[in-house]
């Protein structure tokens, strides 16, 4: 068990929809990584969070919105979905910026 | 963009034998990680390797980083049914935000 919690575990919805995923991140982290896992991409790195501030932005469409609240859990926001946004989607967390990452088990999305 | 390829991306091998993954870039990494990944479940954490030329053995498993910080291998001797699982490195471009580009990963299955 990694400490970091993922929920809901699966997702299912239709095109058009909106959906929001969650991540409580370990004890103590106050770094949160958000990450895209498909099977002709692998892990792709989405946006990270710091304190409740964004940190780095990488891969992230603008459909896909994040944000960390004071309580240091962080919201990843898909909107407007599309088959190709089905995916398993990680969060992960470190103690800070420069310190290794440990991901929680992901919510997997599937766009029907 | 910095990219890892990670070879081969199918391995299938028999109980007690050994094996080596590979990680190569072009581009230099601050630091690597190696993650293994099970099905349903987040990656985990094996080693970070930080130096050049730096080598971590974690029992069966020995991690090296190549001296220019653009490869890395991993080396299991006497591979068990437990190693079975995907094995992605991942390398930090640093710079304070520690973000993450991963490869694509190796599938390891090892046959009793």
Same mark, same amino acid.
């Given at each position: ?8 575990? %699966? ?61 240091? %859990? ?27 990452? %440990? ?10 | ?17 050994n094996l080596t993954v590979y990680c190569n870039s072009s ?86």
């Amino acid at each position: 068990d990694s400490g970091v919690t993922q929920t809901p575990k %699966h997702l299912i919805t239709a095109t058009g929809q909106r959906v929001t995923l969650r991540c409580s991140p370990r004890s103590g982290d106050l770094s949160v990584y958000w990450y895209q896992q498909s099977l002709d991409q692998g892990l792709q790195f989405l946006i990270q969070y710091y304190n409740g501030e964004e940190r780095a932005k990488g891969n992230i469409l603008e459909r896909f919105s994040a944000q960390q609240f004071p309580d240091l %859990h962080s919201e990843l926001n898909l909107s407007s979905l599309e088959l190709g946004d089905s995916a398993l989607y990680f969060c992960a967390s470190s103690r800070d910026s420069n310190q290794p990452q %440990h991901f929680g088990d992901g919510t997997r999305l599937s766009i029907l | 963009t910095q990219l890892l390829e990670q070879s081969p991306q199918f391995l299938s091998i028999q109980e007690g034998e050994n094996l080596t993954v590979y990680c190569n870039s072009s581009s230099v990494f601050s630091s690597l990680q190696w993650y293994r990944q099970e099905p349903g479940e987040g990656p985990v954490l094996l080693v970070t390797v930080v130096t050049g030329g730096e080598v971590k053995k974690l029992k069966r498993l020995t991690f090296q980083f190549g001296d220019a910080r653009k490869d890395s291998s991993l080396h299991i001797t006497a591979a068990q049914p437990g190693d079975t699982g995907l094995y992605l490195c991942a390398g930090a471009s640093g710079a304070g935000s520690y973000q993450l580009t991963f490869g694509k990963g190796t599938k390891l299955s090892v046959i009793p």
